[in-house]
């Protein structure tokens, strides 16, 4: 079974950091991307960044190039994104979320992703 556990959500002041976790069990990051989503009330759910399956390509919209970072520890088989410079508007439930390609480079947004965690809260505000 695919279990994904975020952690690491919280208050912070605008112009702060944070680094979200995405503890995966039942499988190997080797063989899924892990996108991050977020979804603040009232508005979509949207793509935050992803990573792919080799760890070695990484995908951020243009809003979030720049002040968030995805990264990996694949002996912890845990995602991480780090995220800088936050604004009020970053304030949402963070998510992640897993999915298989058929290539170990793919990972996009767009695409669906089958398997999620329970999110963790991120608010931004002095």
């Known amino acids: 079974q695919l279990t994904l556990v975020e952690s690491g959500g919280g208050l912070v002041q605008p112009g702060g950091s944070l680094r979200l976790s995405c503890a995966v069990h039942?499988?190997?990051?080797?063989?899924?991307?892990i996108g991050w989503f977020r979804q603040a009330p009232g508005k979509e759910r949207e793509g935050v960044s992803c990573i792919s399956s080799n760890g070695l390509h990484t995908n951020y919209p243009d809003s979030m190039t720049g002040r968030f970072t995805i990264s990996r520890d694949s002996n912890k088989e845990t995602v991480y994104l780090q995220m800088n410079s936050l604004k009020p508007e970053d304030t949402a439930v963070y998510y992640c979320a897993a999915r298989q390609y058929s290539s170990q480079w793919d990972c996009d947004l767009r695409d669906a992703f089958p398997s999620w965690g329970q999110g963790t809260q991120v608010s931004v505000s002095s």
């Open positions: 039942g499988f190997t990051l080797e063989n899924y991307a």
